[in-house]
């Protein structure tokens, strides 16, 4: 019995062992990734408080720290830097495309999730293989349909590209709505409610986390894109370009020497409105994801 005692601890001492060294090298990895991600940001908070004006590879923490890119920035505009018109074009066209495209979201899913009607399956079909290429793909069609009804170097075409195909982005809510109770749905019909009615009072009020994610992607899209904006506003008009546009204007060969510290000021003030709102919004977010997800 003794023997059998002292073989059974040895073996459940190896698999402690095991699992300890097992959970050591799970947490350097992610140690390791989360270093691999935050110095970036890290180095870019801190240059956006830097005397120098250009980019210093000498030295990861500055010699000085001012406040005068963020003030120059906010309050000094000239011929390269419109800091503030940039993100009020950016902050106009974001809120459109956030209520316009979350309308066609969840109109959008509702249809597919609560009403039978003939090619439903088919149509289902279709849009998640057309969501299976990538957007850039109609690209040059889409900026040639635009130009022909006089809508380049507009925030209106800007937003009509955003907002046109955000129905196709329709599955994870979807799966949300799936998850409300059919027979609360059948009760409101038999007291001879619309459908338009159990959409508004019935199905949105249960749906309060996914209505959020849903904001928050529309308003991300063209808060963060580059590409698109940057193909449609070509005219070289610095006051209609949106934040993306400016900034990255600001780091051209002639000008990073001189912008590249008002630069990451730059890109710290525009990440502060999203991280504000992730911060305010992030339970209705992550419920959202995870109901979603499990019928989508």
Known sequence: MTATNATVEKQLQQGRTKKLVGSLFRHLFLAVLAVIWLVPIAWLVLTSFS?????????????????WNYTNILFSSDT???FPRWFMNTF???C????????FVLM???????CRFKSRSLLQNLSVTVNLFPGVLAMIAVYFVLKNLNLTNSHAGLIMVYAGSSGLGYLICK?????????????AKLDGASEARIFFQI????????????IINSFMMPWTDFVMAKMILNSGLSENWTVSIGLYNMLGKALINNYFSRFCAGGVLVSIPISIL?????????????AGAAKG
């Open 51 to 67: 005397t120098d004006k250009g980019i210093n590879f000498k030295n990861f923490v500055p010699e000085g720290f001012t406040l």
């Open 80 to 82: 390269v830097t419109q």
């Open 92 to 94: 106009v066209v974001a």
């Open 96 to 103: 459109f495309n956030c209520v316009i495209s979350t309308c």
């Open 108 to 114: 959008v899913a509702y249809a597919f999730s609560c």
């Open 175 to 187: 799966g949300f709505f799936d998850t409300v109770p059919v027979a609360l749905r059948e009760a």
């Open 203 to 214: 199905v949105i009020p249960m749906s309060r986390p996914i209505l959020v994610y849903t």
């Open 278 to 290: 992730f911060v305010i919004m992030q339970k209705f977010y992550v419920e959202g994801i995870t």
